[in-house]
C-alpha cells in the first residue's frame, strides 16, 4: 500500500476469536477481517466487520498472529493509532474499540465522532 501507514493494533483475544470465526466460516488461510468506519450511527460514524476471502486492492494489510485484518484506505485515518479487543464477560461478550480519534461516542460504543 502507497502512502500513509496505519498502526490499528489487534489483542490477542481478538486475533483467536477472529481465527476461531474464520475457521467456523471455512474460510481459507487467505482470507481476512475487512474492518471500517462508516458515516452513519447515532454519533456520525459507525465501526462495520466482514469476513472476506482477499484484501481489496488498496487496502492496508494487518498481520495479527494468524490471521490478517484489512483496513480500507478511508478508514485508516479513523483508525489509526486503535485496538480492537475482543471481550467476554458479564458487561456482554464481542468485540470492542479502544479509538484515540474519537471525540465522543455513543452508550452502545459502536459509533463515535471525531
Not at 466487520?49 to 486492492?57: A, T, Y
Not at 498472529?65 to 485496538?83: H, K, P, Q, W
Not at 474519537?102 to 465522532?113: E, I, M, N, Y
Amino acid at each position: 500500500m502507497i502512502g500513509m501507514d496505519v498502526n490499528v493494533k489487534i489483542s490477542e483475544r481478538a486475533a483467536a476469536q477472529i481465527a476461531k470465526l474464520l475457521k467456523a466460516e471455512g474460510l481459507s488461510e487467505d482470507a481476512g477481517l475487512r474492518v471500517g468506519v462508516k458515516s452513519g450511527g447515532c454519533s456520525g460514524l459507525s465501526y462495520y466487520m466482514e469476513f472476506k476471502q482477499e484484501p481489496l486492492p488498496n487496502d492496508h494489510i494487518i498481520e495479527a498472529g494468524t490471521v490478517r485484518i484489512f483496513v480500507d484506505v478511508f478508514s485508516a485515518m479513523y483508525l489509526n493509532g486503535s485496538e480492537l479487543d475482543f471481550t467476554d464477560g458479564l458487561n456482554g461478550t464481542g468485540f470492542a474499540w479502544s479509538n484515540p480519534n474519537a471525540a465522543r461516542s455513543c452508550g452502545c460504543g459502536q459509533s463515535f465522532s471525531t
